[in-house]
């Protein structure tokens, strides 16, 4: 099974960037659904952004023109660009693995990173 290790999070001030890295082994990512979720404190976890088999990608609204997500199969590592940060994106950010049955569906046994914290201030 996919283990898989963010990384790439710190503390930015309103309106800095940051990219987090997602690096996967043990399995190629390619074989998975991806997707990259948030926590805040007292808030439950949140789906922020995903890519289907083609590249194609959604967002969470709030995220929508700010964050794109990106996958590298040959480096086997999924990104998260984040720009325009605000105090809104503080969060621990995961990235989630679901083994892939078409392009576009996937099986609902989920595979998480121990996580990466974002601190934006304001």
């Known amino acids: 099974q996919v283990q898989l290790v963010e990384s790439g999070g710190g503390s930015v001030q309103a309106g800095g960037s940051l990219r987090l890295s997602c690096a996967a082994s043990?399995?190629?990512?390619?074989?998975?659904?991806m997707g990259w979720f948030r926590q805040a404190p007292g808030k439950e976890r949140e789906g922020v952004a995903s890519?289907?088999?083609?590249?194609?990608?959604t967002y969470e609204n709030s995220v929508k023109g700010r964050f794109t997500i990106s996958q590298d199969n040959d480096k086997n590592t999924l990104y998260l660009q984040m720009n325009n940060l605000t105090s809104e994106d503080t969060a621990m950010y995961y990235c989630?693995?679901?083994?892939?049955?078409?392009?576009?569906?996937?099986?609902?046994?989920?595979?998480w990173g121990q996580g990466t914290q974002v601190t934006v201030s304001s």
């Open positions: 043990r399995s190629s990512l390619s074989r998975y659904c």
């Open positions: 890519i289907a088999g083609d590249g194609t990608a």
């Open positions: 989630r693995a679901r083994p892939r049955i078409t392009m576009y569906s996937c099986r609902l046994t989920d595979y």
